[in-house]
T-cell receptor, first 113, second 113 residues
Framework: EPEVTQTPSHQVTQMGQEVILRCVPI?????FYWYRQILGQKVEFLVS????????KSEIFDDQFSVERPDGSNFTLKIRSTKLEDSAMYFC???????????FGPGTRLTVT | EDQVTQSPEALRLQEGESSSLNCSYT??????LFWYRQDPGKGPEFLFT???AGEEKEKERLKATLTKKESFLHITAPKPEDSATYLC??????????????FGRGTSLIVHP
């Protein structure tokens, strides 16, 4: 069964550093998403991506963040100048259609020290 | 104000003790109501999508229903392996007319053998 994969599973970085989180969405899906979940809190939408451009973004997704689809399979989230409060689980998801169910990856746990 | 509210926050059941989880929403023009299951440290796993009031969907011991203001996830004769956090989500409007995925805080279900 096709699944969304994410790497790394755990990333530790120092405050101020840049990190890149990687995702491989399900191959025939067209819509891609990033979410974050701070420990004990709800899943929060960051950004959606379709046709090689951002389609929606939340207030959280500011200039510190960027997304890219560098090739036909990978989808990345870059976080520049990380802060302690960026520590969270980051989930990638994909869907076949706009507004249809999303399939989530296992997440990357980002720890900023 | 949360646009998706789930109750209860936590629920403890004995194996075989049926119950229901509630998800109420305030968005108008529903663009789908989604239920997910999330195990600790994992990504959400898609369960159901509902689009219209009166719609019902079933999968094993779970049944999801939808009214104009809320959705219920009914769990019949639960087993310990049903223990997880159950999330509901929909699309909520941002200023400017766009819609973004919005999750509730979840109901943490523990089923005791």
């Amino acid at each position: 069964e096709p699944e969304v994969t994410q790497t790394p599973s755990h990333q530790v970085t120092q405050m101020g550093q840049e990190v890149i989180l990687r995702c491989v969405p399900i191959s025939n899906h067209l819509y891609f998403y990033w979410y974050r979940q701070i420990l004990g809190q709800k899943v929060e939408f960051l950004v959606s991506f379709y046709n090689n451009e951002i389609s929606e973004k939340s207030e959280i997704f500011d200039d510190q963040f960027s997304v890219e689809r560098p090739d036909g399979s990978n989808f990345t989230l870059k976080i520049r100048s990380t802060k302690l409060e960026d520590s969270a689980m980051y989930f990638c998801a994909s869907s076949a259609g706009q507004g249809s169910e999303q399939y989530f990856g296992p997440g990357t746990r980002l720890t900023v020290t | 104000e949360d646009q998706v509210t789930q109750s209860p926050e936590a629920l403890r059941l004995q194996e075989g003790e049926s119950s229901s989880l509630n998800c109420s929403y305030t968005v108008s023009g529903l663009r789908g109501l989604f239920w997910y299951r999330q195990d600790p440290g994992k990504g959400p796993e898609f369960l159901f999508t509902l689009y219209s009031a009166g719609e019902e969907k079933e999968k094993e011991r779970l049944k999801a229903t939808l009214t104009k203001k809320e959705s219920f996830l009914h769990i019949t004769a639960p087993k310990p392996e049903d223990s997880a956090t159950y999330l509901c989500a929909t699309f909520a409007p941002l200023s400017g007319g766009s819609y973004i995925p919005t999750f509730g805080r979840g109901t943490s279900l523990i089923v005791h053998p």
